[in-house]
Protein backbone atom coordinates (compact mmCIF):
# COMPACT_ATOMS: atom_id res chain seq x y z
CA UNK A 1 0.00 0.00 0.00
CA UNK A 2 3.27 2.01 0.96
CA UNK A 3 4.22 1.57 -2.91
CA UNK A 4 0.98 3.43 -4.14
CA UNK A 5 1.92 6.01 -1.85
CA UNK A 6 5.07 6.22 -3.10
CA UNK A 7 3.70 6.51 -6.49
CA UNK A 8 1.16 9.29 -6.03
CA UNK A 9 4.19 11.42 -4.19
CA UNK A 10 5.62 10.59 -7.65
CA UNK A 11 3.22 11.86 -9.68
CA UNK A 12 2.56 14.91 -7.60
CA UNK A 13 5.86 16.16 -7.74
CA UNK A 14 6.36 15.33 -11.79
CA UNK A 15 3.37 17.53 -12.27
CA UNK A 16 4.70 20.27 -10.47
CA UNK A 17 8.10 19.93 -12.11
CA UNK A 18 5.82 20.21 -15.65
CA UNK A 19 3.84 22.76 -14.52
CA UNK A 20 6.89 24.82 -13.23
CA UNK A 21 9.61 24.41 -15.62
CA UNK A 22 8.41 26.09 -18.61
CA UNK A 23 8.13 29.11 -16.59
CA UNK A 24 11.64 29.21 -15.87
CA UNK A 25 13.46 31.41 -18.04
CA UNK A 26 16.09 29.63 -20.36
CA UNK A 27 19.25 31.65 -19.66
CA UNK A 28 18.25 30.89 -15.68
CA UNK A 29 20.47 27.74 -14.81
CA UNK A 30 21.07 28.56 -11.16
CA UNK A 31 17.01 29.04 -10.61
CA UNK A 32 16.57 25.68 -12.61
CA UNK A 33 19.15 23.58 -10.94
CA UNK A 34 17.89 25.48 -7.22
CA UNK A 35 14.41 24.05 -8.23
CA UNK A 36 15.95 20.48 -9.08
CA UNK A 37 17.76 20.62 -5.37
CA UNK A 38 15.21 21.74 -3.81
CA UNK A 39 12.38 19.79 -5.71
CA UNK A 40 14.37 16.29 -5.32
CA UNK A 41 15.18 16.95 -0.89
CA UNK A 42 11.55 17.58 -1.23
CA UNK A 43 10.41 14.37 -2.83
CA UNK A 44 13.24 12.19 -0.53
CA UNK A 45 11.52 13.59 2.14
CA UNK A 46 8.48 12.87 1.78
CA UNK A 47 9.24 9.34 0.51
CA UNK A 48 11.01 8.79 3.97
CA UNK A 49 8.63 10.34 6.12
CA UNK A 50 6.63 7.52 4.06
CA UNK A 51 8.21 4.56 5.84
CA UNK A 52 9.22 5.65 8.87
CA UNK A 53 6.90 8.16 10.10
CA UNK A 54 8.26 8.01 13.96
CA UNK A 55 11.10 9.82 12.50
CA UNK A 56 12.81 12.51 14.89
CA UNK A 57 12.58 16.13 13.53
CA UNK A 58 15.19 18.02 13.77
CA UNK A 59 14.18 20.26 16.62
CA UNK A 60 15.50 16.71 18.20
CA UNK A 61 18.98 16.91 17.03
CA UNK A 62 19.35 20.78 18.48
CA UNK A 63 17.69 19.96 21.47
CA UNK A 64 20.39 17.36 21.80
CA UNK A 65 23.35 19.23 20.72
CA UNK A 66 22.29 22.34 23.16
CA UNK A 67 21.30 20.77 26.08
CA UNK A 68 24.22 20.23 27.57
CA UNK A 69 25.32 24.11 27.08
CA UNK A 70 22.24 25.27 28.60
CA UNK A 71 22.60 23.13 32.04
CA UNK A 72 26.52 24.83 31.95
CA UNK A 73 25.07 28.15 31.43
CA UNK A 74 22.15 27.63 34.23
CA UNK A 75 24.43 26.14 36.84
CA UNK A 76 26.60 28.91 37.10
Do not use: N, R
Request: aromatic share 12%.
Amino acid sequence: MKWISVIGITIVVAILAFYEWPKMKKDCQKEKMAFITITTIGWLLAIVLLFFPDLPGPTHLIVKIFKPLGQVLVQE
